[in-house]
Nanobody, 119 residues
Framework: QVQLVESGGGLVQPGGSLRLSCAAS????????MGWYRQAPGKQRELVAS???????IYADSVKGRFTISRNNIKNTVDLQMNSLKPEDTAVYYC?????????????WGQGTQVTVSS
Protein backbone atom coordinates (compact mmCIF):
# COMPACT_ATOMS: atom_id res chain seq x y z
CA GLN A 1 0.00 0.00 0.00
CA VAL A 2 0.93 3.64 -0.51
CA GLN A 3 0.11 6.67 1.62
CA LEU A 4 0.12 10.02 -0.14
CA VAL A 5 0.47 13.50 1.36
CA GLU A 6 0.20 16.63 -0.78
CA SER A 7 1.64 20.04 -0.07
CA GLY A 8 2.17 23.35 -1.83
CA GLY A 9 -1.31 24.63 -2.52
CA GLY A 10 -2.41 28.16 -1.86
CA LEU A 11 -3.64 31.44 -3.29
CA VAL A 12 -1.92 32.89 -6.34
CA GLN A 13 -2.70 35.66 -8.79
CA PRO A 14 -3.48 34.92 -12.44
CA GLY A 15 -0.26 34.39 -14.35
CA GLY A 16 1.55 33.21 -11.26
CA SER A 17 3.13 29.87 -10.42
CA LEU A 18 2.79 27.18 -7.78
CA ARG A 19 4.54 23.90 -7.21
CA LEU A 20 2.63 21.00 -5.69
CA SER A 21 4.46 18.11 -4.12
CA CYS A 22 3.25 14.66 -3.14
CA ALA A 23 5.22 12.49 -0.76
CA ALA A 24 4.57 8.78 -0.83
CA SER A 25 5.28 6.26 1.89
CA UNK A 26 5.10 2.53 1.57
CA UNK A 27 6.79 0.14 -0.76
CA UNK A 28 6.98 -0.09 -4.52
CA UNK A 29 6.72 3.59 -5.40
CA UNK A 30 8.72 3.19 -8.59
CA UNK A 31 6.16 0.72 -9.91
CA UNK A 32 3.17 3.03 -9.57
CA UNK A 33 1.65 5.29 -12.16
CA MET A 34 1.53 8.67 -10.43
CA GLY A 35 -0.85 11.44 -11.26
CA TRP A 36 -2.47 14.70 -10.28
CA TYR A 37 -6.20 15.16 -10.51
CA ARG A 38 -8.33 18.17 -9.67
CA GLN A 39 -11.90 18.82 -8.75
CA ALA A 40 -13.56 22.21 -8.95
CA PRO A 41 -16.85 22.95 -7.15
CA GLY A 42 -19.76 21.36 -8.97
CA LYS A 43 -17.51 19.51 -11.40
CA GLN A 44 -16.21 15.98 -11.71
CA ARG A 45 -12.68 15.09 -10.75
CA GLU A 46 -10.44 15.22 -13.80
CA LEU A 47 -6.95 14.08 -14.68
CA VAL A 48 -4.44 16.91 -14.88
CA ALA A 49 -1.23 15.00 -15.55
CA SER A 50 0.22 11.57 -15.05
CA UNK A 51 3.66 9.99 -15.22
CA UNK A 52 4.41 6.31 -15.58
CA UNK A 53 7.45 4.51 -14.14
CA UNK A 54 9.44 5.11 -17.35
CA UNK A 55 8.66 8.82 -16.90
CA UNK A 56 6.47 9.15 -19.98
CA UNK A 57 3.85 11.78 -19.27
CA ILE A 58 0.29 12.64 -20.18
CA TYR A 59 -1.34 16.05 -19.77
CA ALA A 60 -4.86 17.36 -20.04
CA ASP A 61 -5.20 19.66 -23.04
CA SER A 62 -6.11 22.54 -20.74
CA VAL A 63 -2.71 22.47 -19.01
CA LYS A 64 -0.33 21.48 -21.81
CA GLY A 65 2.58 23.87 -22.03
CA ARG A 66 1.85 25.34 -18.60
CA PHE A 67 2.13 22.40 -16.17
CA THR A 68 4.97 19.92 -15.76
CA ILE A 69 4.80 16.67 -13.80
CA SER A 70 7.95 14.99 -12.51
CA ARG A 71 8.82 12.15 -10.18
CA ASN A 72 11.76 11.19 -8.02
CA ASN A 73 11.90 7.46 -7.41
CA ILE A 74 14.64 7.88 -4.79
CA LYS A 75 12.75 10.42 -2.67
CA ASN A 76 9.35 8.86 -3.47
CA THR A 77 7.88 12.15 -4.57
CA VAL A 78 5.90 13.47 -7.49
CA ASP A 79 5.68 17.18 -8.21
CA LEU A 80 3.45 19.35 -10.35
CA GLN A 81 4.94 22.64 -11.47
CA MET A 82 2.13 24.98 -12.48
CA ASN A 83 2.94 28.12 -14.45
CA SER A 84 0.79 30.78 -16.09
CA LEU A 85 -2.06 29.91 -13.77
CA LYS A 86 -5.59 30.88 -14.72
CA PRO A 87 -8.72 31.34 -12.59
CA GLU A 88 -10.12 28.18 -14.17
CA ASP A 89 -7.26 26.22 -12.59
CA THR A 90 -8.87 26.83 -9.21
CA ALA A 91 -9.68 23.45 -7.66
CA VAL A 92 -8.71 20.94 -5.04
CA TYR A 93 -5.73 19.01 -6.40
CA TYR A 94 -5.31 15.36 -5.51
CA CYS A 95 -2.28 13.13 -5.79
CA UNK A 96 -3.00 9.64 -7.12
CA UNK A 97 -1.05 6.44 -7.35
CA UNK A 98 -2.22 3.26 -9.03
CA UNK A 99 -1.14 -0.11 -10.22
CA UNK A 100 -3.03 -2.36 -12.55
CA UNK A 101 -2.61 -6.08 -12.69
CA UNK A 102 -4.80 -8.70 -14.33
CA UNK A 103 -7.33 -6.03 -15.16
CA UNK A 104 -7.69 -4.87 -11.58
CA UNK A 105 -6.71 -1.31 -10.78
CA UNK A 106 -5.72 -0.33 -7.24
CA UNK A 107 -5.97 3.41 -6.60
CA UNK A 108 -4.58 5.42 -3.73
CA TRP A 109 -5.40 9.08 -3.06
CA GLY A 110 -4.03 11.90 -1.03
CA GLN A 111 -6.24 14.20 1.03
CA GLY A 112 -6.09 17.03 -1.50
CA THR A 113 -4.69 20.55 -1.48
CA GLN A 114 -6.56 23.70 -2.44
CA VAL A 115 -5.29 25.86 -5.30
CA THR A 116 -7.01 29.21 -5.76
CA VAL A 117 -6.15 31.50 -8.65
CA SER A 118 -7.61 34.92 -8.09
CA SER A 119 -6.70 38.58 -8.14
Amino acid sequence: QVQLVESGGGLVQPGGSLRLSCAASGSGFSLYVMGWYRQAPGKQRELVASIIPSRNTIYADSVKGRFTISRNNIKNTVDLQMNSLKPEDTAVYYCNAYTQRLGVRDDYWGQGTQVTVSS
